[in-house]
Nanobody, 116 residues
Framework: QVQLVESGGGLVQPGGSLRLSCAAS????????MGWYRQAPGKQRELVAS????????NYADSVKGRFTISRDNARNTVYLQMNSLKPEDTAIYYC?????????WGQGTQVTVSS
C-alpha cells in the first residue's frame, strides 16, 4: 500500500524553526521527484520546495529561499523540510508529494502555525 506520512508540524513563534518529515512506504522514494506544497486558508496550494533524483537538484519558492531546505534520505525512504526564520505567512497545511511521469502521490498534510 502506497503511503506518504508527514510529521513535525505544530505551533511555533515567529523566527522559530520546525523540521517536517515525510516517510514513504509501498514504493521506492529514490525513483521519485519529491516536493513539499502548502495551502493556507482561502488560498491555492503552492509548491514550496522540490528535490529531484540523481543528480540531485532543488527548487524553492521565492518566498522561502534562504530559509527552508529540502533534503532526502533514500536509505530511510524519507524526505525532510527544514524551516527556519518562520513567519506568520508560512502558516498553512504542508503536504508531501511524490511524482513520476506515471504516478502522483500525496500525503494527508501536517499543520504548521506560526504565531506569537
Amino acid at each position: 500500500q502506497v503511503q506518504l506520512v508527514e510529521s513535525g508540524g505544530g505551533l511555533v513563534q515567529p523566527g522559530g524553526s520546525l523540521r517536517l518529515s515525510c516517510a514513504a512506504s509501498g514504493f521506492t522514494l529514490s525513483t521519485f521527484v519529491m516536493g513539499w506544497y502548502r495551502q493556507a486558508p482561502g488560498k491555492q496550494r503552492e509548491l514550496v520546495a522540490s528535490i529531484g533524483r540523481l543528480p540531485i537538484s532543488t527548487n524553492y519558492a521565492d518566498s522561502v529561499k534562504g530559509r527552508f531546505t529540502i533534503s532526502r534520505d533514500n536509505a530511510r525512504n524519507t524526505v525532510y523540510l527544514q524551516m527556519n526564520s518562520l513567519k506568520p505567512e508560512d502558516t498553512a497545511i504542508y503536504y508531501c508529494n511524490a511524482r513520476t511521469s506515471a504516478y502522483d502521490y500525496w500525503g494527508q498534510g501536517t499543520q504548521v502555525t506560526v504565531s506569537s
